[in-house]
């Protein structure tokens, strides 16, 4: 099985990962025309990049101006794009009198990396899985402003960023502890967050009782990607996600018109998709770094084999670069 890659010369560009449910989807857009192509674990998938980078606009909106952008950026917009785009969302603080509920939630990522966050109650834990949240609560739910001042409050008191770079989260993400450890930190953190109740949390905001719910097993992160007999098999009890799937130890650093990325879909989290290549490596894929681009799919007739990497990687957790192929 493939994954679809859209033909290129249609005008088609891909919008990167998306989590509306439970399974990846990469996102495809051309003007206002929006499409899906729903992603499986054990599925090749694999593209060329063709021409310049674009900028994806803002909103919904193409960009007037059709600016190319660079291919490190994991924004994908212009200076310009990227302001509209900030200044419509929740994180501007500019949609004070929003009527939807939202929910705090607590989430991790990894050993000693979590967060505090808010998202929509009717997104569900869509944001979470957008952002490869390893393990996660629900703390409260409320009003906009009462979710941000909690939010506010908890990151002041518990000593806890906003934000959690990609690259940190990468670097453990085939190192995990086992479930046990893992629901523990979750528990721990939100024991922490609701001894602060009455003391600066507004009293609109509702809390929500403990519920950890982990994602290793949405994300294919407990399955070993080097047998593809074996692709749907779960792990044997009590092994770890360290077991059972290999630490990826490559990522993409950027495309380049003509590179060529393609291998076996084995796991994804957030906007990374992690592909087993032919050495028997995995290399990460950060999908926003395809945004913009023109891809045409690859298959053996145009030269390529279900496994080539033919653009600049990255080691992960060293930061040293390298060359295409390997």
């Keep these: 099985m493939t994954c679809a890659v859209r033909e290129s010369g249609g005008g088609w560009r891909c919008a990167g990962v998306r989590w509306p449910r ?14 899906v192509s729903v992603l499986a674990y054990g599925a090749g998938l694999g593209f060329r990049a063709v021409g310049e980078r674009h900028c994806v606009g803002a909103r919904g909106n193409v960009c007037p101006l059709g600016a190319v952008v660079p291919g490190r950026s994991t924004g994908g917009r212009c200076a310009e794009c990227a302001r509209l785009d900030r200044a419509h969302s929740v994180a501007a603080d500019t949609m004070a009198d929003d009527p939807r509920t939202y929910r705090v939630y607590l989430a991790w990522f990894g050993p000693g990396m979590v967060k505090v966050g808010i998202t929509g109650e009717e997104r569900g834990a869509a944001r979470l899985r957008e952002q490869g949240a390893v393990a996660f609560s629900w703390l409260g739910r409320g009003p906009l402003m009462a979710a941000r001042r909690t939010e506010e409050v908890l990151r002041a008191a518990l ?8 690259a940190k989260k990468r ?4 190192q995990l502890p086992g479930p046990e450890e893992r629901a523990g930190a979750v528990a721990e953190l939100y024991a922490r967050a609701a001894a602060l109740e009455g003391r600066g949390w507004p009293e609109s905001l509702e809390r929500l009782p403990l519920e950890v719910v982990d994602q290793v097993g949405v994300f294919g992160l407990d399955r070993a990607p080097d047998a593809d007999a074996d692709a749907d098999a779960d792990p044997a009890p009590g092994r770890s996600v360290r077991e059972s799937a290999p630490a990826p130890v490559r990522a993409v650093r950027e495309l380049v018109d003509g590179g060529v990325v393609a291998g076996r879909l084995v796991a994804a989290a957030g906007p990374d998709l992690h592909l087993a290549v032919a050495d028997g490596g995995v290399v990460v894929l950060d999908t926003r770094l395809i945004t913009g681009w023109d891809l045409t799919a690859v298959t053996r007739a145009t030269g390529v084999t279900g496994s080539d990497v033919r653009v600049p990687l990255i080691d992960i957790g060293g930061g040293g670069v390298q060359g295409g192929l390997f």
């Design 22 to 35: 439970e399974v990846p989807e990469l996102g495809w857009g051309r003007g206002g025309d929006r499409r």
């Design 159 to 166: 000593g806890v960023p906003d934000r959690i770079p990609y």
């Design 171 to 174: 670097a453990v993400r085939g």
